[in-house]
């Protein structure tokens, strides 16, 4: 099903690259072939949800044959694990036979996602790790980590965190790959995800095979 396109207009957006702000008529909760192209790159649509009559947003992004829409609807932290599982599962993610270059690319997905009634924050941290909770001790580890802030009546009270850890045979040479990256609520993600990357300890990671991987949330 096509989106009926309403209007167009260029606007500046802090979590995509410059893009162009549609107003659409779309179906809920899935992907469609719309009828026009995003030529000049990302696209953010605000799109109407017929059932429920209420707004969402959505990602347009061209390959060479179509565009499709993407709903980024907003989510709870409550609903974090649950989103980042499904994306795992969909990727064909084996926590068994562990892929890095999957993990990390379903973490952005999900990262992609709002969250609502909490501050968000990402962490990345890399190194030699020997914790009880470890399937593999010690274990060189890659923690790809969603952290969420609360706060009542203005004042601080917790955090909570989501953590994708993957584990690899930990090795003494391993020892100088360590990195420990943050980004905080509300900043441009982008520069971030190249720093990671970037990083020699992830580089080192991706050069590894991965032995085991884990994912739990908890309170801090």
């Known amino acids: ?94 926590f068994q036979q562990p892929s890095l270059a999957t993990a990390w690319k379903s973490f952005r997905e999900h990262l992609g996602v709002p969250v609502a009634g909490a501050s968000d924050y990402v962490l990345v941290d890399v190194r030699i790790c020997d914790f009880e909770f470890q399937p593999l001790r010690p274990a060189f580890t890659v923690d ?22 993957l584990y690899f045979p930990a090795d003494s040479d391993l020892l100088e790959f360590t990195t420990g990256l943050f980004c905080d609520d509300g900043d441009d993600r982008v520069p971030f995800f190249s720093e990671v990357e970037n990083s020699s300890a992830f580089k ?6 991965c032995a085991a991987a884990l994912l739990d949330y908890w309170e801090v």
Not at 18 to 33: E, G, I, N, S
Not at 204 to 209: E, I
């Open 1 to 94: 099903m096509a989106a009926h396109v309403r209007f167009c207009r260029s606007v500046p957006s802090t979590r995509l690259p410059p893009c162009r702000l549609l107003a659409a008529v779309v179906p809920y909760d899935a992907a469609f072939d719309v009828r026009f192209a995003a030529r000049s790159g990302p696209t953010l649509l605000l799109g109407l949800c017929p059932q429920s009559g209420q707004n969402r947003t959505f990602v347009a992004t061209r390959d060479p044959v179509k565009t499709f829409i993407r709903n980024t609807t907003s989510m709870t932290p409550a609903d974090a694990k649950s989103d980042l599982e499904r994306r795992l599962s969909d990727a064909g993610f084996n």
């Open 144 to 165: 790809l980590c969603r952290q969420f802030g609360f706060f009542e009546d203005g004042q601080f009270a917790g955090y909570e965190q989501l953590h994708l850890m």
């Open 204 to 209: 080192k990671a991706q050069s590894l095979n």
